[in-house]
């Protein structure tokens, strides 16, 4: 039924006697996620408010993360690092409308941001002889054509945001150095220096680095408030328990660290995979897929509220009065600032690292 809508919706915009599509076309999607399916096809899925899936479109290999496209039906999906390709699909016909190949010397790190008006994206990328980080920028309008780089304010950028009622970006500098010829091996563990870089129409006006002591805390995720506060989450790569793994931060203002308490910091094994923060800006979510475990913050107190074991759960993101989850053993399901709700879907992918709100 969906595909023949779309093929439907595609044959109208041909003749040119439909209007521009919107998301609504492809089946009013509130989130994106990519996923394998059990023969271990690749593909990228929209999924609706009611946790079922509205569309899947198939990926070349493994996704990571995607963007939604601000006005019009269309998403980029990029491949898991090191990849070096990005593709981007039209939702309502399902066909591939452009492909975003990293220039010589590159590979992307598996996240992109959209400008305001949707005329721009951003991504993140290695250039990995120099050993730098930088941020590509393509032009939606015409078929995503690449029309500029820029540095990225550090080493390894991974997750990249656009702060709201802005233009301005911040940059996850997870701080490790890689290079393809390695594969996915940690070169500068002893000395990296992972940080949040802010940029604004190519410059970096400002950079936050952790303390000292936590300079083995690989900054990777971000999600950010309506009041432009960056929450973000942190891998750890030292000896012993991590301090923290999640933390928040305003431009012009310090760090703020939640410290976990000792069952929470053993239950996430070092690890946050992906982080969301409630509508309201009072709850941070910080899920790992290797402890198996989502946890909840109190931003004002700077504690945790909350702790639900679930499976391989990894996708978070933000929803009314709450959040909404993804593991890779197939389940959605909505949690509340504190955690448990009702049970969840759940159906026959694996889900992938990340969920995205459209």
Not at 51 to 73: C, E, K, M, V
Not at 293 to 304: L, S
Request: charged fraction near 20%.
């Amino acid at each position: 039924m969906a595909t023949s809508r779309r093929q439907f919706i595609a044959g109208l915009l041909a003749t040119g006697l439909a209007p521009k599509p919107t998301w609504a076309d492809a089946g009013s999607p509130s989130f994106l996620s990519a996923g394998a399916l059990r023969d271990g096809t690749f593909v990228l899925c929209g999924i609706d408010a009611a946790l079922n899936p509205t569309f899947r479109l198939r990926l070349p290999a493994r996704g990571h993360a995607a963007a939604a496209h601000p006005s019009r039906p269309e998403a980029v999906a990029f491949a898991r690092r090191p990849g070096a390709f990005a593709v981007v699909i039209d939702c309502v016909s399902g066909e591939q409308a452009a492909m975003l190949t990293a220039p010589a010397g590159r590979h992307f790190y598996g996240h992109g941001a959209f400008s305001s008006d949707g005329q721009l994206l951003y991504t993140t990328e290695n250039d990995y002889e120099a050993g730098r980080g930088r941020i590509g920028v393509w032009d939606a309008t015409a078929g995503y054509v690449r029309i500029d780089e820029w540095d990225g304010g550090g080493i390894g950028p991974h997750d990249i945001k656009r702060l709201p009622g802005s233009e301005s970006l911040v940059v996850a500098n997870g701080g490790i150095e890689t290079h393809p010829e390695s594969g996915r091996t940690k070169l500068n563990i002893a000395t990296m220096t992972p940080n949040l870089a802010y940029l604004r129409d190519g410059a970096i006006i400002e950079t936050v680095e952790l303390p000292r002591d936590m300079h083995k805390n690989s900054i990777r995720h971000l999600a950010i408030c309506s009041d432009q506060r960056v929450a973000f989450g942190m891998q750890w790569q030292g000896d012993g328990r991590a301090p923290s793994l999640v933390g928040h931060h305003r431009l012009g203002e310090q760090v703020t660290l939640m410290p976990p308490d000792s069952d929470a910091g053993r239950d996430m094994q070092g690890y946050v995979g992906s982080i969301a923060v409630s509508a309201d800006g009072r709850t941070i979510a910080a899920t790992s897929p290797r402890g198996n475990v989502v946890q909840t913050y109190d931003v004002e107190a700077a504690e945790q509220i909350g702790s639900l074991t679930i499976e391989d759960v990894c996708g978070v993101v933000q929803v009314p009065g709450g959040f909404a989850v993804t593991s890779g053993t197939g389940e959605l399901r909505y949690l509340g600032d504190t955690l448990p709700t009702g049970p969840g879907r759940r159906n026959d992918l694996a889900w992938d690292n990340h969920l995205i709100q459209i």
